[in-house]
């Protein structure tokens, strides 16, 4: 059960952090699973996963379409994962998306600002991402930032990124320059728990380490999609993978 004051910071800024959420073992544990889940990805030509320019994978989305057991199934499935998600968003949860943003050493790209929201579609806003560390993860090698309580203003407008990875972007422009940016320093096995309309992104990683977080997405029991909304973002999907194919 986790405290008031922690699920208070997750409604307050938008996010939270909890610290040594899984053990060096249970980090490792998922490392035994990332090259297979990469062969997998690869061999199955997974629409959505993007290569660096060194041909590194930076990113691998849904890949709970494709890997339906092991370690980190165990883990997105978890009872100590279930209990801290359902407490923050008040009801049972369950999985809807797993992705690995690999972020390699000195060519690993940026996700631009966005809102997860504005992919999900999920009307009344009962989702959440949990992004664990299974690396360091922090200013220096392109840990993700969050613009802390912008979660409470409602989804921004969002153009196509022109990017890979993540398909549509907040302009810089369209924020205020005031609100507070903040860089969560991670060590393996913590977890940042984000709200699914918090303003995040990540920077190019340019360091020495690589930056690898495996992201599990849930969504609560009275999660409904806003179909209509999630067809016109599909099709929008396509317009950015048709601009990289160029
Ligand atoms: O890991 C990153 O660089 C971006 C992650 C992200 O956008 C997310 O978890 O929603």
């Excluded at 249970?26 to 035994?32: L, Q, T």
């Excluded at 279930?82 to 809807?96: D, P, Q």
């Excluded at 009962?126 to 664990?132: D, E, T, V």
Aim: glycine share 6%; net charge positive; with cysteine.
């Amino acid at each position: 059960m986790k405290s008031d004051s922690f699920i208070k910071n997750f409604y307050d800024k938008g996010f939270v952090v909890a610290k040594k959420v899984f053990s060096k073992k249970e980090i490792r544990s998922i490392f035994s699973q990332i090259n297979s889940i990469k062969k997998k990805s690869i061999k199955l030509k997974n629409p959505n996963m993007h290569f660096t320019s060194d041909n590194k994978l930076n990113t691998i989305h849904d890949i709970n379409k494709y890997v339906k057991s092991g370690p980190m199934i165990n883990l997105s499935k978890s009872k100590k994962m279930l209990n801290i998600v359902e407490n923050i968003l008040g009801e049972k949860a369950k999985v809807r998306n797993i992705e690995f943003f690999l972020k390699p050493k000195k060519t690993g790209m940026r996700a631009p600002l966005h809102q997860d929201n504005y992919y999900w579609n999920i009307k009344n806003k009962k989702a959440l991402n949990a992004w664990i560390a299974c690396s360091k993860a922090n200013y220096k090698n392109g840990g993700v930032y969050y613009y802390s309580g912008t979660h409470k203003g409602g989804l921004k407008k969002h153009i196509l990124s022109k990017e890979p990875g993540s398909s549509q972007k907040i302009p810089q422009k369209y924020l205020n320059k005031k609100i507070k940016k903040t860089y969560p320093n991670l060590e393996p096995g913590d977890c940042i728990f984000h709200h699914c309309e918090i303003i995040h992104g990540s920077k190019r990683n340019n360091s020495n380490l690589d930056r690898i977080g495996l992201v599990i997405s849930y969504k609560g029991s009275s999660a409904v999609i806003d179909k209509k909304k999630l067809r016109s973002y599909r099709k929008k999907v396509k317009k950015n993978l048709n601009f990289l194919k160029k």
